[in-house]
Structure formats: structure tokens, C-alpha cells
């Protein structure tokens, strides 16, 4: 293997270590009430950031007696 490809085989292991580091910042960051609007309703994903969207994990919609409840459910946090 020449040094010409070790080096680049070292630039795409940094370039992946940057990027899981940016979305572990990015889930590090995420906070609920930029998905929620003040009267409590999600707000529309059109609305939301591309960072607020990646710590989305799952929003679930439950339908009891004729009322409906909404959850959001987001990624875990890496400092929990």
C-alpha cells in the first residue's frame, strides 16, 4: 500500500470522525421547546431546522374516547 493511499484512508476516517462528532453535538444541543409551539401543538416540520429534525426521534399520535395526544420522542442526548 503506498503512502499516497494510507493518507487518503486517513482523511476519510478523520472526515467520519468530524461528522459523527457534529451529529453527537448537534443531539447534545437539542432541545424539545424548538419543536413545540406555546400553545403546546408540534410545530410543522417545514418550520424546524435540520438540526432540531435530526434529534427527532419518533413522534407518535394516540387517539383515546375521541381526543388525540402527540408525543415526540428524541434522540438520546450523548451527556445523558
Known sequence: ????????G???RLKLAEQVAQELAR???ADV???VGKDGTIKDS???SRDSTAAIAEISETR??????KAIKLHRSPRN
Do not use: C, E, P
Open 33 to 35: 421547546a424548538d419543536l
Open 27 to 29: 443531539l447534545a444541543v
Open 46 to 48: 417545514k418550520n424546524l
Open 1 to 8: 500500500m503506498s503512502k499516497q493511499q494510507l493518507w487518503r
Open 64 to 69: 383515546t374516547n375521541g381526543a388525540v395526544t
Open 10 to 12: 486517513q482523511a476519510q
